[in-house]
């Protein structure tokens, strides 16, 4: 028999279109970016985290030489606050990225280790967090949970 999934989104042409109270979380995103240590790959990531308690939390990208050993920009900012706000939830998550060979129309997608990662954080604090992703030009798609960007995920059961 034939399943399907099926996973809805918002797009909006320009983020400046999202509820106000995301434009400061885009803004931080973008800001974080420059503190990107990318020497390797010259991409430029940054996410930021809106918490329960309105905190904005901020990662960028952190390379190193033994390549494997460098973490993407959303489980920095998503570690970050496990360890230093253990007690607040994650409400709203938003990723940019910024590089010379990444389009300007195309939007970042989080690798699957961070989609780990951010399936997981929902599920330990039971509570579904909205996902921004936005592109250089400012293009931006949301997902209503960390979920719909990891089906069939590794731990979930139905
Ligand atoms: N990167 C992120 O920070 N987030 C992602 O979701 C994908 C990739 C970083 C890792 C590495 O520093 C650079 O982008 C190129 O892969």
Not at 94 to 114: F, T
Request: charged share 20%; net charge negative; proline share 4%.
């Amino acid at each position: 028999m034939k399943h399907e999934y099926k996973v809805s989104y918002q797009r909006f042409d320009n983020w400046k279109e999202l509820p106000i109270e995301d434009h400061e979380l885009v803004d931080r995103a973008y800001e974080v970016c420059k503190s990107a240590y990318a020497p390797y790959s010259k991409f430029h990531v940054g996410a930021s985290l809106r918490m329960t308690n309105y905190e904005i939390i901020t990662g960028s990208n952190q390379e190193n030489i033994a390549y494997p050993s460098g973490l993407c920009a959303e489980r920095v900012a998503l570690f970050y606050a496990g360890a230093n706000l253990p007690n607040e939830k994650v409400q709203t998550l938003c990723v940019v990225a910024k590089g010379d060979l990444l389009p300007i129309e195309k939007i970042l997608s989080p690798c699957g280790a961070c989609r780990q990662v951010m399936l997981e954080t929902e599920v330990r604090q039971n509570l579904k967090y909205r996902i921004i992703l936005v592109s250089q030009n400012g293009v931006a798609i949301v997902f209503n949970s960390a979920e719909d960007l990891l089906p069939l995920a590794f731990g979930i059961t139905d």
